[in-house]
């Protein structure tokens, strides 16, 4: 079955960085794209990037970009998000989620989350 | 940049049908999906390419999507359809994933 674990969430300081993990599981993880979608707490779902199967594409929601970079290994079935200049808005529960290759545009598989805490 | 709004919330008495909108500029142009998500726990696809169900999904839910709103119906509520809900789309002109405002839904 599809599986999808994050990890590396934590508390960090206002300024600081922090590396997401996600590892995957059960599926071809190289077919398909994935995204981070993250969660502030009592807010609403926030998509903030996605990668191509092929790492080929990228794009990032214009709150994160220029600060957190999208990754994935496949030969790992991992896929990664380095976040730096790390602000108190970006607290929230992180997730991974999977967009299938065979039908796009949407997300059928999402992981538990991660919490993502900044704060002095 | 592409907005979705919800209303904030919804209440429904067992038995009765919700209806959650969503409304964009064109949505009916867009492919729509809708996600339940319940306390704790990470969000569910409930509709796909505005009307479609994933396996395992009952058939009380069901999606509609025209001009500027897209609409989540629920039939025959029951207790356990109580969370939050968020349309989805695709925003070709950014390449952005955009989700709703979000709805909760109460079952009175």
């Known amino acids: 079955q599809v599986q999808l674990v994050e990890s590396g969430g934590g508390l960090v300081k206002p300024g600081g960085s922090l590396r997401l993990s996600c590892a995957a599981s059960g599926f071809t993880f190289s077919d398909d794209y994935m995204s981070w979608i993250r969660q502030a707490p009592g807010k609403g779902l926030e998509w903030i990037s996605y990668?191509?199967?092929?790492?080929?594409?990228?794009n990032y929601a214009d709150s994160v970009k220029g600060r957190f970079t999208i990754s994935r290994d496949n030969a790992k079935n991992s896929l990664y998000l380095q976040m730096s200049s790390l602000r108190a808005e970006d607290t929230a529960v992180y997730y991974c989620?999977?967009?299938?290759?065979?039908?796009?545009?949407?997300?059928?598989?999402w992981g538990q989350g991660t919490l993502v805490t900044v704060s002095s | 940049s592409y907005v979705l709004t919800q209303p904030f919330s919804v209440s429904v008495a067992p038995g009765k049908t919700a209806r959650i909108t969503c409304g964009g500029n064109n949505i009916g142009s867009k492919s729509v999906h809708w996600y339940q998500q319940k306390p704790g726990q990470a969000p569910v696809v409930v509709i796909y390419y505005d009307t479609d169900r994933p396996s395992g999904i009952p058939e009380r839910f069901s999606g509609s999507n025209s001009g500027n709103t897209a609409t989540l119906t629920i039939s025959r509520v029951e207790a356990g359809d109580e969370a939050d809900y968020y349309c989805q789309v695709w925003d070709s002109s950014s390449d952005h994933y955009v989700f709703g405002t979000g709805t909760k839904v109460t079952v009175l």
């Open positions: 989620a999977r967009e299938p290759v065979h039908r796009r545009g949407n997300f059928d598989y």
């Open positions: 990668i191509s199967s092929s790492s080929s594409y990228t």
